[in-house]
Nanobody
Framework: QVQLVESGGGMVQPGGSLRLSCAVS????????MGWYRQAPGKERELVAA???????SYADSVKGRFTISRDNAKDMVYLQMNSLKPEDTAVYYC????????????WGQGTQVSVSA
């Protein structure tokens, strides 16, 4: 059983910041290869940030320089710091293990809504 609980979303103005949190429990660990994904209305879910077991990180071009992924393995938490938010960042944000996320039948958390609007 895997549990992923995302939180921290909200409504912000362009240029604002939010910090998302993901609590990980069950058969996966935050110390693995983890990612933050987002799904905007009418679009497919996309990977926006990843952190690998060794600590290296990578980002989608659309968020590079604005978003930072991190984790606290002692707390089994993964975070996404989002700065300089843009209206196009509006989406439901999810976290998941990178390998698990590629399985069509894998479950996801409920996600957290981020809305960026003036």
């Amino acid at each position: 059983q895997v549990q992923l609980v995302e939180s921290g979303g909200g409504m912000v103005q362009p240029g604002g910041s939010l910090r998302l949190s993901c609590a990980v429990s069950g058969s996966i660990s935050s110390s693995g290869d983890m990612g933050w994904y987002r799904q905007a209305p009418g679009k497919e879910r996309e990977l926006v940030a990843a952190i690998l077991r060794g600590g290296s990180t990578s980002y989608a071009d659309s968020v590079k320089g604005r978003f930072t992924i991190s984790r606290d393995n002692a707390k089994d938490m993964v975070y996404l710091q989002m700065n300089s938010l843009k209206p196009e960042d509006t989406a439901v944000y999810y976290c998941n293990d990178l390998t698990r996320a590629m399985i069509p039948s894998a479950s996801w958390g409920q996600g957290t809504q981020v809305s960026v609007s003036a």
